[in-house]
């Protein structure tokens, strides 16, 4: 079983930055697909970035350009480097380890506010 831990989220002035950070443990972490998914108040969770093992990476639209999901494989850690933060990025962020299209993994979450 894959345990997932968060961290690095706080609060942030707009068109700052921020990097989560996610690690791993207790599998082959190499082989899942690894994703960010955030949630906001009275809001579904929407996947924000994706990186598959081939380092293939997929971005909402809304964070295209201003986020960047990498991976380091030997850390057993995915990141989500977080620049031109605006307020609509508020959530709670969660990190997703996907092995199979039946067996995900998820983080306890962490708060990312975006206020002056």
């Known amino acids: 079983q894959v345990q997932l831990v968060e961290s690095g989220g706080g609060l942030v002035q707009p068109g700052g930055s921020l990097t989560l950070s996610c690690a791993g443990s207790?599998?082959?972490?190499?082989?899942?697909?690894m994703g960010w998914y955030r949630q906001a108040p009275g809001k579904q969770r929407e996947l924000v970035a994706s990186?598959?093992?081939?380092?293939?990476?997929n971005y909402a639209d809304s964070v295209k350009g201003r986020f960047t999901i990498s991976r380091d494989n030997a850390q057993n850690t995915v990141y989500l480097h977080m620049n031109s933060l605006k307020p609509e990025d508020t959530a709670v962020y969660y990190c997703?380890?996907?092995?199979?299209?039946?067996?995900?993994?998820w983080g306890q979450g962490t708060q990312v506010t975006v206020s002056s």
């Open positions: 990186i598959t093992s081939g380092e293939r990476t």
């Open positions: 207790g599998s082959i972490f190499t082989m899942y697909v």
């Open positions: 997703n380890a996907r092995q199979t299209i039946l067996v995900n993994y």
